[in-house]
């Protein structure tokens, strides 16, 4: 038996092969799983839990039926799927998580977070993620009409595309020292995060302890997970359906 994690999928009805994978993914490979973790970026925007478009009433639906089958899943916000909400987690049968949450996995407490909380030299992103965070501006939002939501987003992707070409590749990575606070703050050797889009499996010494941090990849031209049991954890990768 394995515990799954996955992020950053950006689904998007766009890029439908890549919702076809997830799908298919959820009926094979997720199935059989302990436990499956969503960290963060499910979808390519969320604009609030009474958006009737069909993507998010397909995955909701697909989750339940995973939930429904005896597989627990968690799901803990990214920057572009804040929005999603109580009535989204009653629908779908996840679990939301706050932004850090320790889980036991095989005996051993392991960090779980989205991971753009750790990129602290990208200052513009954190002063937005404040405001993005913001119970009373999230509640201005949530009150806005659907189409009026729908056209900010875009706007709001719009500006964040333009900003990040401008960023240097190290600004929008994680910054090592906020790994290492974050890890003490929590009494963690041991975390797991996506966002940056940058898979890999980090180790080193800290404080005299060995610690790992695992960082899932993106959903764009292919899915990957990482894969945790009782023997190790390891990244995996598999490429998207044709057509
Ligand atoms: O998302 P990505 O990969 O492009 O870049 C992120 C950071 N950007 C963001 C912004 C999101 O992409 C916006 C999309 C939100 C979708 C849901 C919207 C729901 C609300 C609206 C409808 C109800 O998170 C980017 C990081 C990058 O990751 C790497 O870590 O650098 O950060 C930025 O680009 C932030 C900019 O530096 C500053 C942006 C200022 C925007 C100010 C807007 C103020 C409000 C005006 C409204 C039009
Ligand atoms: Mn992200």
Redesign the pocket.
């Known amino acids: 038996m394995s515990t799954l994690f996955i992020s950053d999928l950006h689904l998007d009805p766009a890029r439908p092969a890549i919702t076809a994978l997830f799908l298919r993914f959820l009926t094979l490979q997720a199935r059989r799983a302990e436990a499956f973790y969503i960290l963060g970026d499910l979808f390519e ?4 839990d009474d958006d009737d478009a069909e993507l998010g009433r397909t995955v909701a639906l697909a989750l339940r039926t995973l939930v429904d089958g005896g597989v627990p899943v968690s799901f803990l916000h990214g ?5 999603i909400g109580e009535r989204f987690a009653a629908a779908s049968g996840v679990r939301l998580l706050p932004e850090t949450q320790i889980i036991d996995l095989y005996g051993e407490p392991v960090l779980v977070l989205h991971g ?1 909380t750790l ?1 602290t030299d ?1 200052i ?2 954190q ?3 404040t ?2 965070r913001d119970p009373s501006w999230q509640a201005r ?2 009150g ?1 009409p659907l189409p009026q ?1 729908r056209a ?2 875009s ?3 719009e ?3 333009q ?2 070409q401008q ?1 240097a590749s190290d600004i ?1 990575d994680a910054n090592l020292e906020t790994v290492d606070h974050t890890l003490r703050t929590h009494g963690a050797r041991r975390m797991i995060h996506g ?2 889009h940058r898979p890999a499996i980090h180790e080193w010494i800290l404080d005299g302890l060995a610690a790992r941090r695992a960082v899932l990849g993106d959903w764009y031209d292919g899915g990957n997970l990482l894969c945790c049991d009782a023997s190790g954890w390891q990244l995996q990768f598999f490429a998207a359906l044709d057509g």
Do not use: M, P, V
């Not at 920057?79 to 929005?83: E, I, P, S, T």
């Open positions: 925007a969320w604009i609030g920057n572009r799927d804040f929005l753009d990129c990208d513009d992103y002063a937005f993620r405001q993005a939002l949530l806005l939501r900010l987003a706007q709001l992707r500006t964040s595309r900003a990040t960023k929008t966002h940056t």
